[in-house]
């Protein structure tokens, strides 16, 4: 059953992340009931559960909104639900005076050194392929800023990212080149914090990510044919 769910929805595009489990007893070792979409066998079948999500949700957070991050290796507080390291981050408030700040860095395939010749070697000594996956391009361009829109009463902070990482992968492409891993990420970020009195403020924030990989595909059984022999054509083979 687990192998039969995991070949059908493998490479299926969804809004947001997707989790599934199946369990072969109550025992429940692989947490199905924690999972979005959950099976476990039972002496007459199965149990389907449904919105479990279990876990964290993966997001690219923008540097520029916290005024500072706290990580806790021990010691960590009763209302953290599991153990390990802690992070605390703590978004930034605007001030009474508009202030703003933006930061850029920038590398690319020449400010890196070459130092997989010697795994490729090796590789190819027992019949396999190992190109390295180089960076080509990577930069960050990060804006913030915030201020008073209603002296001592009301205010608003807010940042926008965007962050490009460009590397080449352990594949080729149809025409023999080296495949792409292309990342786009867009990060935008706001918050607003009012003031009733002096011990009674409200806070709302928001925070989005728009994040395009555009050699992704989606793989069998789940990607038409037509769609795939013109994916294949234009695009990188799988990786």
């Known amino acids: 059953m687990a192998i039969n769910r995991e070949l059908r929805a493998r490479g299926l595009r969804s809004p947001h992340k997707l989790k599934m489990g199946v369990s072969g007893c109550a025992r429940e070792c692989a947490e199905a ?3 979005d979409v959950g099976v476990i066998a039972t002496a007459d079948g199965w149990n389907l ?3 479990g999500n279990g876990g964290a949700t993966m997001m690219y957070y923008d540097q520029g909104m916290f005024e500072e991050v706290n990580y806790m290796t021990s010691a960590v507080p009763a209302e953290v639900m599991a153990g390990g390291v802690s992070i ?3 978004t930034k408030d605007g001030g009474n ?3 703003g700040q933006a930061r850029y860095s920038f590398a690319n395939d020449t400010l890196q050194s070459v130092n997989h010749l010697d795994a490729a070697a090796a590789a190819a000594k027992v ?4 190109l390295g996956n180089p960076t080509l391009k990577t930069y960050d361009f990060n804006l913030a800023g915030g201020g008073a829109i209603v002296k001592n009463r009301v205010w608003v902070n807010g940042t926008v990212r ?3 990482v460009n590397k080449l992968v352990n594949a080729r492409n149809l025409d023999g080149s080296q495949a792409l891993d292309d990342n786009d990420l867009k990060n ?3 918050k607003l914090v009012a003031s009733f009195t002096s011990n009674n403020k409200v806070t709302g924030s928001f925070l ?3 994040t395009i990989r555009g050699q992704r595909r989606d793989t069998p059984p789940n990607l038409d044919h037509t769609i795939a022999h013109r994916w294949h054509t234009n695009h990188a083979t799988p990786f």
Do not use: Q
């Not at 019949?127 to 190992?130: D, E, V």
């Open 33 to 35: 009931r924690g999972k």
């Open 49 to 51: 559960y449904v919105g």
């Open 88 to 90: 605390n981050m703590v």
């Open 97 to 99: 005076v508009w202030r």
């Open 127 to 130: 019949g396999n392929t190992f």
């Open 162 to 164: 965007k962050w490009v």
């Open 188 to 190: 935008y970020s706001g």
């Open 208 to 210: 989005t990510n728009d």
